[in-house]
């Protein structure tokens, strides 16, 4: 006779380890957009980089502006004093 016992039964697919590694793979992906994508941290870094940067050489047109201004008006005021 047969013993059933024997016989392989047909493995049952467990769903929540299915579930658990799409979870799982879904935050990654998540993450590292988070830390890399379009809106990410390093994105931010760089701009505020580049937003004290654009500062600075505001800085010095607006010095370079004040002095080119003085100049200007010295000129103006030697031409009508004559």
């Known amino acids: ?23 799982a793979f879904l935050f990654a992906f998540y993450v590292y957009d988070l830390l890399f994508g379009s809106r990410s941290y390093t994105r931010l870094l760089d701009l505020q980089n580049e937003y004290k940067s654009l500062q600075t050489h505001v800085g010095s047109l607006k010095k370079k502006n004040e002095k080119l201004q003085k100049e200007y008006f010295e000129l103006k005021e030697l031409q009508g004093g004559e």
């Open 1 to 23: 006779m047969i013993d059933f016992d024997d016989l392989q039964q047909p493995k049952k697919i467990d769903y929540k380890i299915i579930i658990v590694v799409i979870v």
